[in-house]
């Protein structure tokens, strides 16, 4: 059966990483760079997202990106992204950021994105992805909210595309 018919659930896409903040990644506060989290939850994210289309991607926007609490120098961060939402093209990621002490091992919930990509086929154009089958009621929650999402996501771009 064609893979782009069949669809995937978010659990075949969820891709996790690590990264120890060292005193280069961090500002005079001892904190981590927000640039430097937006670097990782891109590639975590496109990772997801390849997993899901097993296409080129591109990264097509990040939005509703919150810092909620910082990460310091010594501490681990925890990278997670999945797909939540398939589109013709294009494929809605969340992302999330967890930062961890390595001695007492506690979790302190640290950043949430929504990026969006879009799959190229091998002339450079989009080229159509696999639908998402959600499995959980979770992941039935987060696929039904993503539409209305996408809806604010395309108004603010025709918005800005406006206004410049």
Same mark, same amino acid.
């Given at each position: 059966m064609n893979e782009i018919r069949s669809g995937k659930p978010p659990a075949d896409s969820v891709v996790e990483m690590t990264e120890v903040v060292l005193p280069s990644d961090a500002n005079p506060l001892g904190t981590v760079f927000g640039g430097r989290v937006v670097q990782w939850i891109d590639i975590c994210a496109t990772v997801a997202a390849? +997993?899901?289309?097993?296409?080129?991607?591109?990264? =097509? &926007?990040? /939005?509703?990106?919150?810092?909620? =609490?910082?990460?310091?120098?010594?501490?681990? !961060?925890? %990278? *997670?992204?999945?797909v939540t939402r398939a589109w013709r093209t294009s494929v809605e990621v969340e992302a999330r950021v967890? &930062?961890?002490?390595?001695? &007492?091992g506690e979790r302190r919930h640290c950043v949430s994105a929504y990026l969006t990509f879009v799959a190229l086929g091998p002339d450079g154009r989009p080229t159509p992805v696999p639908p998402?089958?959600?499995?959980?009621?979770?992941? %039935?929650?987060?696929?039904?909210?993503? /539409?209305? +999402?996408?809806?604010? +996501?395309? =108004? *603010? =771009? !025709?918005?800005?595309?406006?206004?410049?």
């Amino acid at each position: 059966m064609n893979e782009i018919r069949s669809g995937k659930p978010p659990a075949d896409s969820v891709v996790e990483m690590t990264e120890v903040v060292l005193p280069s990644d961090a500002n005079p506060l001892g904190t981590v760079f927000g640039g430097r989290v937006v670097q990782w939850i891109d590639i975590c994210a496109t990772v997801a997202a390849q +997993r899901h289309c097993r296409q080129i991607v591109v990264t =097509a &926007s990040m /939005d509703d990106l919150h810092f909620l =609490a910082p990460i310091h120098v010594g501490m681990i !961060a925890l %990278i *997670r992204a999945t797909v939540t939402r398939a589109w013709r093209t294009s494929v809605e990621v969340e992302a999330r950021v967890d &930062s961890e002490d390595p001695l &007492s091992g506690e979790r302190r919930h640290c950043v949430s994105a929504y990026l969006t990509f879009v799959a190229l086929g091998p002339d450079g154009r989009p080229t159509p992805v696999p639908p998402v089958i959600p499995q959980t009621a979770d992941e %039935i929650q987060r696929y039904e909210a993503a /539409d209305e +999402r996408r809806r604010q +996501r395309l =108004a *603010r =771009a !025709a918005l800005w595309r406006h206004a410049n």
